[in-house]
């Protein structure tokens, strides 16, 4: 089972938005909505941002959101402030016990 | 709700290695767990994971008949047995906790580095 494809990089300016895209097939994101997003600042351990494609956990601010259409998710940073610079991980289930994760994006906030 | 892993550290190819999570906060016996792995500047690995009552388990190809992993509810404990260590398993190794399986991780652990080098 292949990663799931996502940019190696965004970036935007304080206050802007970007999108993560993360690019499966209609055997994992396509075919499930078991898709989650974590977050990662350097030295430290993931954290879950979004799950169920767009739900967020309690904690989360609110800038953060996803979707997906097709074979694509995407998380959405709308007013983008320093601490959101970081990497991201999308992941899916993959059907048959298989459950992937994307390469990682580094956001960097300019 | 969190869990600690122990039991990383420096150790030579083909050695053995074996790692702990230990579990709080939370009925451990509940839950699927797994072990996710991220190389030095790269992306995550998921490298095996449990069901809750130790009958399902998974391998990812890169470990498959080297790895076991383990589970001891009464201990509220999760393991990983390395054995034939490569360098391409150096890591930061992490527990997670999956949540209504297969949809998320979380809690993640703090991490522990596994470095395979003579």
């Known amino acids: 089972q292949s990663a799931l494809t996502q940019p190696r990089s965004v970036s935007g300016s304080p206050g802007q938005s970007v999108t993560i895209s993360c690019t499966g097939t209609s055997s994992d994101v396509g075919g499930y909505n078991y898709v989650s997003w974590y977050q990662q600042h350097p030295g430290k351990a993931p954290k879950l941002m979004i799950y169920?494609?767009?739900k967020r956990p309690s904690g989360v601010p609110d800038r953060f959101s996803g979707s997906k259409s097709g074979n694509t998710a995407s998380l959405t940073i709308s007013g983008l402030q320093a601490e959101d610079e970081a990497d991201y991980y999308c992941y899916s289930y993959a059907g048959t016990y298989t459950l992937v994760f994307g390469g990682g994006t580094k956001v960097t906030v300019l | 709700v969190q869990v600690v892993e122990s039991g990383g550290g420096l150790v030579t190819p083909g050695g053995s290695l074996r790692l702990s999570c230990a579990a709080s906060g939370f009925t451990f016996s509940d839950y699927y767990m797994s072990w996710i792995r991220q190389a030095p500047g790269k992306g995550l690995e998921l490298v095996s994971y449990?069901?809750?009552?130790?009958?399902?388990?998974y391998y990812a190809d890169s470990v498959k008949g080297r790895f076991t992993i383990s589970r001891d509810n009464a201990k509220n404990s999760l393991y990983l047995q390395m054995n034939s260590l490569r360098a391409e398993d150096t890591a930061v190794y992490y527990c997670a906790r999956i949540l209504y399986f297969p949809n998320w991780f979380d809690p993640w652990g703090q991490g522990t580095l596994v470095t395979v080098s003579s």
């Open positions: 449990i069901s809750s009552s130790g009958t399902t388990i």
């Open positions: 169920d494609v767009s």
